[in-house]
């Protein structure tokens, strides 16, 4: 089992940036992928980025595609999400999740076995 605590999130203007910051503990997650995702109000679960297990390969969705960062500590069992230039529409409730994932369906989220409780970001114009 493993437990996932968001932590980072909070109101910036555009073009500001934050690190959400994502703790694991029980088992370790060094052999799940692991990903980031967003919920806006109205709109469905949105996969923003992801990364293997392994050489760590990262995937990020277009809209983020050079804003945001991904990466891991696997020593620390600590994934983090650097977001640079945010934007009014990053504004969601953002969630990690770990579990074993194939490449194909990183952008699944029912393939996630593991998720935490979530933490806001708010983006004002």
């Known amino acids: 089992q493993v437990q996932l605590v968001e932590s980072g999130g909070g109101s910036v203007q555009a073009g500001g940036s934050l690190r959400l910051s994502c703790a694991a503990s029980?088992?370790?997650?060094?052999?799940?992928?692991m990903a980031w995702f967003r919920q806006a109000p109205g709109k469905e679960r949105e996969g923003v980025a992801a990364?293997?297990?392994?050489?760590?390969?990262?995937r990020y969705a277009d809209s983020v595609k050079g804003r945001f960062t991904i990466s891991r500590d696997s020593a620390k069992n600590i994934m983090y999400l650097q977001m640079t230039n945010l934007k009014p529409e990053d504004t969601a409730m953002y969630y990690c999740?770990?579990?074993?994932?194939?490449?194909?369906?990183?952008?699944?989220?029912?393939?996630?076995?593991?998720w935490g409780q979530g933490t806001q970001v708010t983006v004002s114009s």
């Open positions: 999740a770990a579990g074993a994932v194939v490449a194909s369906m990183m952008w699944a989220a029912d393939q996630y076995n593991y």
């Open positions: 029980g088992d370790t997650t060094s052999n799940y992928r």
């Open positions: 990364i293997s297990t392994g050489a760590g390969v990262t």
